[in-house]
Structure formats: structure tokens, C-alpha cells
């Protein structure tokens, strides 16, 4: 894949998480996904988008950069949501929140086979426990 197409590809499906359209993610994810070295599969990867959007239904991924380098990804997020679900033992606060994260990906056969992710879930906790 082209750099170009590369970067069509992840735009495409990080348009089609921000939909949180995650029915429609094995156009994008392998189906035996690894994540943070440990195979995790593409239910199972799933079922943690969906998490978090129950958590913050409006969530967003906002991409601020995006590094493409032959096979290998690596992009750079503000994510934002509002806390309308329990999260991480925390019961719904109400509050927005805002995080950075950083992921780097693999492709392999056009799909995403391999994902690095760094979020910054203790920032998101240190808000919804913030009473200022």
C-alpha cells in the first residue's frame, strides 16, 4: 500500500470509529488483531470501543498528526467525550474530558494486524474525580 493509500485507509477508519460504526471495523482490523503484544482479536477490540462509547457516548478521536512509514502507522489524538456512563468504577459525572493518545499500527493483507496504544485513562480518571 502507497502512503497515500495508507492515509485514505486510516482516515477512513477513523471516520468510521468517530461514527462509532464498530460493526463495520473488519474492513479496517484484522481479525486476530494483536494489541500491546498480546493477541486480542477483533470482538474483543470491539468490545472495548464500545465500552468507552458507553461510557462517553459522544467520544471523538481527533486526530493531530499522522506518520505513515511503509507497513507501519503511527498517529497522534486528542480524544474528548462526556461522562454519561460508569467508567473505571467512576459513576457518571457529567464532565467532559479530554485526553491525548498515541498509537502505532501494523498492516498487514490491508488490515490493521498489530496496534500500540498509549491513552492517557489516568487523566480521564484524575478529571472525573477533579471536584474543580
Known amino acids: 500500500m502507497r502512503r497515500s493509500e495508507a492515509a485514505a485507509f486510516y482516515r477512513h477508519y477513523l471516520a468510521t470509529g468517530n461514527a ?8 479496517f482490523v484484522a481479525e486476530d488483531v494483536r494489541v500491546n503484544d498480546e493477541v486480542q482479536g477483533l470482538p474483543a477490540y470491539v468490545a472495548g470501543l464500545r465500552e ?7 467520544y471523538q478521536w481527533r486526530l493531530q498528526g499522522l506518520l505513515i512509514d511503509g507497513a507501519s502507522i503511527a498517529a497522534h489524538f486528542i480524544d474528548t467525550g ?22 502505532v499500527y501494523h498492516l498487514k ?5 498489530e496496534v500500540w496504544v498509549t491513552a492517557g485513562n489516568l487523566s480521564i480518571l484524575d478529571q472525573l474525580r477533579d471536584a474543580g
Open 52 to 58: 468507552v462509547v458507553r461510557a462517553f457516548p459522544d
Open 82 to 103: 462526556t461522562h454519561r456512563g460508569e467508567f473505571m468504577g467512576v459513576a457518571p459525572t457529567g464532565r467532559s474530558v479530554r485526553t491525548r493518545e498515541f498509537s
Open 20 to 27: 462509532h460504526a464498530f460493526d463495520r471495523l473488519s474492513d
Open 109 to 113: 493483507d490491508g488490515r490493521l494486524a
